[in-house]
C-alpha cells in the first residue's frame, strides 16, 4: 500500500485499553479496512475486505455480536 492509513479509534471508545484502530481511508482505493490494535500501534494488522467489515459493524450495531 503506498497510501499512509489514518488510524482512528470509535468515539464510543471509553479508553480502557481494550480498543481497536481502523483506516477507514484505505477502504476505497484498496479495498480493505485495517484493523490493529491501538495499545500496540506497531503490532500486526489485519486488513479486513470492505465487505466482511461492513457486515462486521452492521451485525455489531444490531445487537448480534461477532458472526
Not at 481502523?22 to 491501538?38: Q, T
Not at 500496540?40 to 494488522?45: D, R
Request: charged share 15%.
Amino acid at each position: 500500500m503506498t497510501e499512509s492509513p489514518h488510524w482512528f479509534k470509535s468515539s464510543y471508545s471509553d479508553n480502557g485499553g481494550v480498543c481497536v484502530e481502523v483506516a477507514a481511508n484505505l477502504a476505497a482505493s484498496h479495498g480493505v479496512v485495517p484493523v490493529r490494535d491501538s495499545k500496540n500501534p506497531n503490532g500486526a494488522i489485519l486488513r479486513i475486505p470492505v465487505q466482511s467489515f461492513a457486515t462486521l459493524v452492521a451485525n455489531l450495531k444490531s445487537g448480534g455480536g461477532v458472526p
